[in-house]
């Protein structure tokens, strides 16, 4: 074997020697585990007006499959402009710009605008995609305490008025505990410091918000942000994301972000599909509201068989079983309870740090109550 080869092979063998080698899977058992919280990826109710979308609107025409290139070259069209406008509309933004991922959105956003002599204060359990980008930029980068005002103040205080401009970035939702930030507190602190606050929206589009436009526009904070990023990959159940804000952002982006000049558009199909899951949501609001009984019931029964505290305090459809024992443990359990029937996974170091390994179980509007309850009674056996 060639020496690069071989060091591949030391690297696959050190995460298997600490049990932490990724392998791709193919899943099985009771849904405890996608990000397709209200069922849409799966939903037959989408199919027609996902056809729809594509016959019956009259921008939608050309292209029967890709997208044939970047927005800037042969990838745009009137379609994908009507459904930025559409977008926008729906997140209460001025413009809103389309992204082939989540992923791309924050590296773009992170990558592109905070500049030499700005500084990004980001929650040290921020997506790798926002870190991601933070490392791309020429910004000073330091991360503050999850969900912690006190020390993003000290921070702000820090780094704020110091000739340069201040970026903070945040989940609504954070993907890894399922908790919430305190944004109304944060966008108060951030227009104190006149600082620029960009947030995810990756785990509440879709679920929160009337029509599924997200935390901001629940909590009324749309217009106090400096950059949304709305992901279609999990509660829309199809994917790519759009970055939402005011115009002069968007034609920004259009000019200096990496990832979405150097890259093919999303296929038209794909717009589509987001417009009607859209549209669904709007016209059956009880999607999510069915996905919020079973998040409630899951945190009354867990408090019923007394094993609330082996839970991270969660009121979103991401709930964290933390384990003891590492890696190993993680995973041990993780397979008896997949032997059980249901498909849930751990989530093992270095994802998360040494020491906060668990199992994460995600929610759906479509998870019965009884398979929750038989979930939770195994997992009392096991803990
Ligand atoms: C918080 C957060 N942001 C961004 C992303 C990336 O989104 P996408 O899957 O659309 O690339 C994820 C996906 O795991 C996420 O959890």
Not at 90 to 107: C, D, I, M, Q, V
């Amino acid at each position: 074997m060639s020496a690069i080869l071989t060091r591949l092979e030391n690297a696959l063998c050190e995460r298997e020697q600490t049990h932490s080698l990724r392998r791709l899977q193919l899943t099985q058992g009771i849904d405890f585990f996608s990000n397709d919280y209200l069922g849409l990826a799966t939903n037959g109710a989408l199919v027609e007006p996902f056809l729809q979308q594509q016959y019956a609107n009259p921008l939608f025409v050309g292209q029967k499959h890709g997208a044939t290139g970047s927005r800037l070259l042969s990838g745009n069209s009137a379609y994908v402009l009507q459904a930025e406008q559409y977008l926008a509309n729906l997140f209460g933004t001025e413009n809103a710009l389309l992204f082939n991922s989540g992923y791309a959105a924050n590296t773009a956003v992170l990558s592109a605008i905070p500049q030499k002599g700005d500084v990004i204060l980001y929650d040290e359990r921020s997506h790798a995609s926002l870190k991601e980008g933070a490392r791309l930029s020429f910004a000073s980068r330091f991360s503050f305490k999850h969900n912690d005002l006190q020390d993003l103040e000290a921070k702000l205080l820090r780094h704020s008025g110091k000739g340069g401009e201040v970026f903070v970035v945040v989940e609504t939702v954070y993907s890894m505990d399922g908790d919430i930030a305190p944004l109304p507190d944060m966008v108060k602190l951030c227009q104190a410091h006149q600082a620029h606050l960009i947030v995810d929206e990756a785990h509440s589009t879709g679920i929160w918000g009337r029509e599924g436009a997200g935390l901001l526009r629940d909590l009324g904070l749309e217009k106090e942000v400096f950059a949304a990023v709305y992901t279609f990959g999990k509660a829309i159940g199809g994917h790519g994301a759009c970055v939402a804000g005011a115009d002069v952002l968007v034609q920004y982006l259009v000019n200096f972000a990496r990832p979405f000049i150097y890259t093919t558009a999303m296929p038209l199909q794909s717009v589509a599909y987001v417009l009607a899951a859209f549209e669904y949501l709007k016209a059956t609001p009880q999607a999510s509201g069915q996905l919020f009984e079973r998040i409630h019931f899951f945190r009354e029964y867990i408090n019923t068989l007394d094993i609330a505290a082996h839970f991270t305090e969660s009121n979103s459809p991401i709930q964290m079983l933390k384990v003891q024992g590492g890696n190993e443990a993680a995973r041990t359990l993780a397979s008896n309870l997949q032997g059980k029937g249901y498909n849930l996974r751990a989530v093992l170091s270095p994802t998360v740090p040494e020491g906060h390994e668990r199992i994460r179980i995600c929610l759906h509007n479509f998870n019965g109550l009884s398979e929750i309850k038989t979930l939770l009674e195994e997992i009392n056996r096991a803990v």
